[in-house]
């Protein structure tokens, strides 16, 4: 698939109890890859913890970062940014790939940042 028409989302849930969950995240990522345009390519983490910084625990978020970095993908969605990650350092590290790839990142159903764009990348930064 070719970056410009792809939107690679990443599917994530803290507890099995909320694995149902995961059937919503991929109803919302494919209703916005189609508003946007774009293919759809799911990495389903499924239950994963993301409160420490070990990005080695999450193989699909690894898979998906590694397609970032190599200019593979070019739009990544989340259904909020606590499912890349809830603790700065892991968070960090993801936003720089996500910035020096100069990737647009959408958020649920209307929220977006695109790292190429300069005040993008500013704002971007409470994320």
Known sequence: ??????????????????QFVIDA??????????TEGLKLELFIEGVASANHADLNDRPELRKLL???????????????AD???RDVES??????ILTQQKVHLHL???????????????FGGAL
Do not use: C, H
Request: net charge positive.
């Open 1 to 18: 698939m070719s970056e410009t028409n792809v939107m690679a989302a990443y599917l994530r849930v803290s507890t099995r109890q909320q």
């Open 25 to 34: 995240q991929i109803k919302e990522a494919q209703k916005r890859a189609e």
């Open 66 to 80: 590694a397609k970032v970095e190599t200019g593979e993908i070019k739009n990544v969605w989340v259904q909020n």
């Open 83 to 85: 499912r890349l990650a």
């Open 91 to 96: 968070l960090n590290k993801i936003k720089t």
């Open 108 to 122: 649920g159903e209307s929220e977006s940042y695109n790292f190429d764009n300069p005040a993008d990348r500013i």
